[in-house]
């Protein structure tokens, strides 16, 4: 008598966690999938968003004057409270981390990002005598 309850109990236990395994595939496929939605970013503000850089990309990348000579590379990238991007930390000097000078340049100061990130009339020198910028 109790191994045909019990065979039921199981067949039953069977049937519903393949009905609720059902309706949560169900559930799951209205999902939105990543890069098919925009999330957080108005229609309007998508072309600007893919047009853009990602910090990633600019944080240890060289920067070179007019001349194209090499003078640093961007350590940290400082957004204001306003939520715009304000000044470059740019590492001048040092070898394998060792005396490098951290200097503040305003983001505006630079005339391209693309191909390479350029920083007009500057030297390497120059740069050394700025103030160093140190994080608070």
Known sequence: ???????????????????????????????PVAGTVTLGVAVEQ???????????????????????DKIGKVGD?????????????IDVGGFLGMGRHHVAIPVD???QVTPKIVLPGA????LKQLPEFTYN
Do not use: E, H
């Open 1 to 31: 008598m109790y191994p045909s309850i019990i065979r039921k109990a199981v067949l039953f236990a069977i049937c519903s966690l393949a009905l609720i395994g059902s309706a949560m595939s169900q559930q799951n496929s209205d999902a």
């Open 46 to 68: 998508v072309d600007i968003v893919a047009s853009g850089w990602r910090a990633s990309k600019l944080i240890r990348a060289s920067v070179y004057n007019d001349n194209g």
């Open 77 to 89: 990238l400082i957004v204001a409270p306003d939520g715009s991007l304000s000044v470059a930390i």
């Open 109 to 111: 100061q630079f005339s």
């Open 123 to 126: 030297t390497k020198d120059a």
